[in-house]
């Protein structure tokens, strides 16, 4: 079959509103009355073929037609654009006579004109069409806007199309004010996907498959794109038409495509250029201070031509990141850089990463990709494509291999400083997805050590964070809280800012697996402030998830709520580890709240990951025993088996570490109701430092106990998990227990802060839910402080006296300071203002 393209036809799908709203203005022009259009859109949305069209509509309709295209040469020449258009359209003799100068007057020429259009339009009515308009010099502008006004009451049809870019200039003022004054005014979106089908199967003269459809739907509706997307792909052979069907031959754009795509930029302006070539090395999204930390610049450098190319709808704005409009524009871009300049790139894209705080396989896709070689065996998928390279346990196993002789870490100083800190960062990496806690650990002493070594302060700073994270997954509280028990000074952190949050982050995920429940949700708190006054949003998202979990132990499911809409929102640029830390916990508060389905569904994510990326069991061992729980109770075998097995590797990975052996008997005992295991799982626990894990599994076989009839056992046991939560603030899972102790006709006397488990006691419960923390705040803000006085009083944040107090705020029921000094003068008398 023939490849020929077939002409378009004088419609255009999805435009079919605004070529009715022109063919009406025609309608009510010919009769005499000027009017004035101003079509608005993105590059390539179509306004050159729409103002092609509505010439080819007014001609049909007896209109003259002028025509023409300002150049963004026009802005500098007087009456530049004026002049060429009416040379274009007029005789020689009625040229000459309306541009010749006679006088000083500038705008001469627009009485002229407007005589002439007097004379003309006589005979018939005219249209004017004048494509990117707002690139038109100044004097065309106020001619433009005096001839407009002066045509008013003649059968004159003006349509401008200026792009979407909204630059400053007098062009673009004059046709503001065209619009104030009565322009109509259409903006031209994205063609929908049944547009697209449509021109599709207009180009190519046969029905698309279903393959050419998921390629067309690439270019986001812009008409443009996918017209040179069709075109260059038939004429290369890699769309054919085989019995009226277009069949996709191969999925990647012809040259002759990325070519189109860079020319179709050309009115962007240099600098504009310049940026797009390096930011598209950064993948489809990225943050400002990514792009600024690429290009050596200030970030508020960059915010004016930011601003332009979100103008432009070349990039587009997703909360914390940036993004490419259209993905093919950025893989365009990033095709015509040269091999040399991609490589320097994609080096300074490692170390601005670096410095970001990005996830290591990120980091390390750029790190390869501008190393000279084959990148150490790792084949990154394109770095062009949507999806980011994220290398498997067994890539980066291999990558670790190939970068020395031996396992042991390097420590040699001969090899350049950046060479040994891939090395190390390779080892750790591949170490930590496979959970390995002992390699962990010594690598990250080794980084150390190398760090030392070559006097880098500041990446001391970040490696004493990785062995601190090692020693916490091996069990090692007592070494990894001497690490993080030291002052995380600022100072020590310019070059490195995100290591000042991570620092409370990490630092919080130590006091929850200890128990400590209060103290990480107030590191937690001072993570995410900073993260909000770095503008790094995105690193937020782990302290986030860990507030949830702690919201969601005190029951606290408001609260938690709150948590994962923020965290949500922040969630586009974060890193895999954060992401399925969020998805855990966002199933536990749906598992909270009853709502099973979405907990799997939630969880999706997880599963996917297991037992090839037991990531999420090396950071917290208990969730192993929850995943099982939540595919058991949907009825979903496999995968929880699959994630019992995946516990079971960790701990095989790590005999000596405690929580990773009970882990995987708490996860198979929960996968088979097995009460030996469970008892395995909880003897195990007992040895270790997880006062939480340990009451979980106290509570998990209790439940086994009792189905195998053992009642009396049980409810010793849960009697035992109950102690344990309420001694550690956990009031959700210990009404969990009650409830449970309830159904076995147990009911335990509660005295004092054990009434807040049940809410029909009254006022009391409610008061003794506060937390020590929490009655300090209270207390003082009872005595008439400020937040800010009682942050110094207390020596903390006022960030984190606001969120006691609204904490306390909502457990007691009160909205206001003044219902609050009554609570406390009903529980407890307050000592004068001032007093110790």
């Given at each position: 079959?023939?490849?020929?393209?077939?002409?378009?036809?004088?419609?255009?799908?999805?435009?079919?509103?605004?070529?009715?709203?022109?063919?009406?203005?025609?309608?009510?022009?010919?009769?005499?009355?000027?009017?004035?259009?101003?079509?608005?859109?993105?590059?390539?949305?179509?306004?050159?073929?729409?103002?092609?069209?509505?010439?080819?509509?007014?001609?049909?309709?007896?209109?003259?037609?002028?025509?023409?295209?300002?150049?963004?040469?026009?802005?500098?020449?007087?009456?530049?654009?004026?002049?060429?258009?009416?040379?274009?359209?007029?005789?020689?003799?009625?040229?000459?006579?309306?541009?010749?100068?006679?006088?000083?007057?500038?705008?001469?020429?627009?009485?002229?004109?407007?005589?002439?259009?007097?004379?003309?339009?006589?005979?018939?009515?005219?249209?004017?069409?004048?494509?990117?308009?707002?690139l038109v010099d100044d004097l065309t502008a106020d001619?433009?806007?005096?001839?407009?006004?002066?045509?008013?009451?003649?059968?004159?049809?003006?349509?401008?199309?200026?792009?979407?870019?909204?630059?400053?200039?007098?062009?673009?003022?004059?046709?503001?004010?065209?619009?104030?004054?009565?322009?109509?005014?259409?903006?031209?979106?994205?063609?929908?996907?049944?547009?697209?089908?449509?021109?599709?199967?207009?180009?190519?003269?046969?029905?698309?498959?279903?393959?050419?459809?998921?390629?067309?739907?690439?270019?986001?509706?812009?008409?443009?794109?996918?017209?040179?997307?069709?075109?260059?792909?038939?004429?290369?052979?890699?769309?054919?038409?085989?019995?009226?069907?277009?069949?996709?031959?191969?999925?990647?754009?012809?040259?002759?495509?990325?070519?189109?795509?860079?020319?179709?930029?050309?009115?962007?302006?240099?600098?504009?250029?310049?940026?797009?070539?390096?930011?598209?090395?950064?993948?489809?999204?990225?943050?400002?201070?990514?792009?600024?930390?690429?290009?050596?610049?200030?970030?508020?450098?960059?915010?004016?031509?930011?601003?332009?190319?979100?103008?432009?709808?070349?990039?587009?704005?997703?909360?914390?990141?940036?993004?490419?409009?259209?993905?093919?524009?950025?893989?365009?871009?990033?095709?015509?850089?040269?091999?040399?300049?991609?490589?320097?790139?994609?080096?300074?894209?490692?170390?601005?990463?670096?410095?970001?705080?990005?996830?290591?396989?990120?980091?390390?896709?750029?790190?390869?990709?501008?190393?000279?070689?084959?990148?150490?065996?790792?084949?990154?998928?394109?770095?062009?494509?949507?999806?980011?390279?994220?290398?498997?346990?067994?890539?980066?196993?291999?990558?670790?291999?190939?970068?020395?002789?031996?396992?042991?870490?390097?420590?040699?100083?001969?090899?350049?400083?950046?060479?040994?800190?891939?090395?190390?960062?390779?080892?750790?990496?591949?170490?930590?997805?496979?959970?390995?806690?002992?390699?962990?650990?010594?690598?990250?002493?080794?980084?150390?050590?190398?760090?030392?070594?070559?006097?880098?302060?500041?990446?001391?700073?970040?490696?004493?964070?990785?062995?601190?994270?090692?020693?916490?997954?091996?069990?090692?509280?007592?070494?990894?809280?001497?690490?993080?028990?030291?002052?995380?000074?600022?100072?020590?952190?310019?070059?490195?800012?995100?290591?000042?949050?991570?620092?409370?982050?990490?630092?919080?995920?130590?006091?929850l697996a200890a128990g400590r429940l209060d103290d990480?949700?107030?590191?937690?708190?001072?993570?995410?402030?900073?993260?909000?006054?770095?503008?790094?949003?995105?690193?937020?998202?782990?302290?986030?998830?860990?507030?949830?979990?702690?919201?969601?132990?005190?029951?606290?499911?408001?609260?938690?709520?709150?948590?994962?809409?923020?965290?949500?929102?922040?969630?586009?640029?974060?890193?895999?580890?954060?992401?399925?830390?969020?998805?855990?916990?966002?199933?536990?508060?749906?598992?909270?709240?009853?709502?099973?389905?979405?907990?799997?569904?939630?969880?999706?994510?997880?599963?996917?990951?297991?037992?090839?990326?037991?990531?999420?069991?090396?950071?917290?061992?208990?969730?192993?025993?929850?995943?099982?729980?939540?595919?058991?109770?949907?009825?979903?075998?496999?995968?929880?088996?699959?994630?019992?097995e995946a516990a079971r590797l960790v701990a095989t990975?790590?005999?000596?570490?405690?929580?990773?052996?009970?882990?995987?008997?708490?996860?198979?005992?929960?996968?088979?109701?097995?009460?030996?295991?469970?008892?395995?799982?909880?003897?195990?626990?007992?040895?270790?430092?997880?006062?939480?894990?340990?009451?979980?599994?106290?509570?998990?076989?209790?439940?086994?106990?009792?189905?195998?009839?053992?009642?009396?056992?049980?409810?010793?046991?849960?009697?035992?998990?109950?102690?344990?939560?309420?001694?550690?603030?956990?009031?959700?899972?210990?009404?969990?227990?009650?409830?449970?102790?309830?159904?076995?006709?147990?009911?335990?006397?509660?005295?004092?802060?054990?009434?807040?488990?049940?809410?029909?006691?009254?006022?009391?419960?409610?008061?003794?839910?506060?937390?020590?923390?929490?009655?300090?705040?209270?207390?003082?803000?009872?005595?008439?402080?400020?937040?800010?006085?009682?942050?110094?009083?207390?020596?903390?944040?006022?960030?984190?006296?606001?969120?006691?107090?609204?904490?306390?705020?909502?457990?007691?029921?009160?909205?206001?300071?003044?219902?609050?000094?009554?609570?406390?003068?009903?529980?407890?008398?307050?000592?004068?203002?001032?007093?110790?």
């Amino acid at each position: 079959m023939g490849n020929d393209v077939k002409s378009t036809a004088p419609a255009f799908p999805g435009r079919e509103i605004i070529l009715y709203e022109i063919r009406q203005a025609l309608g009510r022009t010919a009769p005499g009355g000027g009017s004035c259009l101003v079509v608005e859109g993105a590059a390539g949305t179509g306004k050159s073929e729409l103002l092609r069209l509505a010439g080819m509509h007014g001609e049909a309709s007896g209109f003259g037609l002028v025509a023409g295209t300002a150049v963004p040469l026009d802005t500098g020449a007087p009456f530049s654009t004026l002049r060429r258009v009416l040379r274009e359209n007029l005789p020689a003799r009625d040229y000459a006579l309306l541009t010749d100068r006679q006088t000083f007057d500038p705008l001469a020429p627009v009485d002229r004109i407007v005589e002439y259009l007097r004379r003309t339009t006589r005979h018939r009515p005219l249209l004017v069409a004048l494509d990117d308009a707002h690139l038109v010099d100044d004097l065309t502008a106020d001619a433009l806007r005096n001839l407009i006004d002066a045509s008013a009451s003649l059968p004159v049809l003006w349509i401008l199309a200026r792009g979407a870019s909204r630059t400053p200039g007098h062009a673009q003022e004059t046709i503001d004010w065209l619009i104030r004054e009565g322009a109509a005014r259409h903006r031209l979106e994205p063609l929908s996907p049944e547009a697209v089908a449509e021109i599709t199967a207009e180009l190519l003269g046969a029905c698309p498959d279903d393959d050419v459809l998921a390629l067309v739907a690439r270019v986001n509706g812009n008409p443009f794109l996918l017209n040179e997307l069709l075109v260059t792909s038939l004429s290369d052979g890699r769309i054919c038409v085989q019995d009226g069907v277009a069949v996709l031959i191969d999925a990647e754009p012809a040259p002759a495509f990325r070519q189109a795509v860079v020319h179709h930029l050309r009115g962007l302006s240099h600098e504009c250029l310049r940026i797009l070539d390096a930011v598209a090395v950064l993948g489809p999204r990225f943050s400002i201070h990514e792009a600024a930390g690429l290009l050596g610049r200030n970030p508020v450098e960059l915010l004016p031509v930011i601003g332009e190319l979100i103008a432009a709808s070349v990039l587009e704005d997703e909360g914390p990141c940036l993004s490419f409009r259209h993905p093919l524009v950025r893989e365009a871009l990033y095709d015509r850089l040269s091999g040399p300049t991609r490589t320097a790139l994609h080096r300074e894209a490692a170390a601005t990463l670096w410095r970001e705080g990005r996830s290591a396989p990120t980091f390390l896709e750029h790190l390869m990709l501008g190393r000279r070689g084959d990148g150490d065996g790792l084949t990154p998928a394109a770095p062009h494509q949507e999806a980011r390279f994220v290398p498997t346990a067994g890539q980066l196993a291999v990558a670790a291999r190939r970068t020395a002789a031996s396992t042991a870490p390097p420590s040699a100083p001969s090899a350049p400083y950046a060479e040994l800190m891939y090395r190390t960062t390779l080892r750790y990496s591949a170490a930590q997805v496979q959970g390995l806690h002992g390699q962990m650990v010594a690598h990250a002493r080794a980084a150390l050590r190398i760090a030392r070594d070559h006097g880098d302060r500041t990446n001391r700073a970040h490696h004493q964070l990785w062995l601190a994270i090692a020693l916490t997954a091996s069990d090692e509280f007592d070494q990894a809280g001497e690490i993080l028990a030291e002052r995380c000074d600022p100072s020590d952190h310019v070059a490195l800012p995100w290591v000042r949050p991570m620092w409370h982050y990490h630092r919080a995920q130590l006091k929850l697996a200890a128990g400590r429940l209060d103290d990480a949700d107030e590191d937690a708190v001072e993570a995410v402030r900073i993260c909000e006054r770095l503008a790094a949003p995105s690193l937020a998202v782990g302290p986030l998830a860990l507030r949830i979990r702690v919201a969601v132990h005190r029951n606290e499911l408001t609260e938690a709520n709150r948590h994962v809409d923020h965290a949500s929102r922040l969630s586009a640029a974060a890193s895999g580890a954060a992401l399925e830390e969020l998805s855990w916990v966002t199933a536990l508060l749906h598992s909270a709240e009853n709502d099973r389905e979405s907990a799997l569904d939630t969880l999706s994510r997880v599963y996917s990951g297991v037992p090839k990326r037991p990531l999420l069991l090396t950071r917290e061992p208990h969730a192993g025993a929850c995943l099982v729980r939540t595919a058991m109770s949907a009825g979903d075998s496999e995968r929880a088996t699959a994630v019992a097995e995946a516990a079971r590797l960790v701990a095989t990975r790590n005999p000596t570490v405690t929580s990773a052996v009970a882990a995987a008997a708490h996860a198979e005992g929960v996968l088979c109701n097995d009460v030996d295991r469970l008892r395995a799982a909880v003897s195990a626990y007992r040895s270790g430092p997880r006062p939480l894990s340990l009451a979980a599994a106290t509570e998990d076989l209790a439940l086994a106990e009792n189905d195998a009839g053992a009642r009396s056992t049980a409810i010793g046991l849960l009697d035992e998990a109950l102690a344990r939560y309420k001694n550690h603030g956990a009031r959700g899972d210990a009404l969990r227990v009650r409830k449970t102790l309830r159904s076995l006709a147990v009911r335990r006397r509660t005295r004092g802060r054990d009434r807040d488990l049940d809410p029909v006691e009254g006022p009391r419960a409610r008061w003794d839910q506060l937390t020590p923390s929490e009655l300090r705040v209270v207390r003082l803000v009872a005595q008439g402080l400020t937040n800010r006085e009682v942050a110094e009083k207390l020596f903390l944040s006022p960030h984190t006296v606001d969120s006691h107090l609204r904490h306390s705020f909502t457990k007691l029921g009160v909205t206001s300071r003044v219902e609050l000094t009554r609570q406390v003068l009903t529980h407890e008398e307050i000592p004068p203002a001032g007093s110790g």
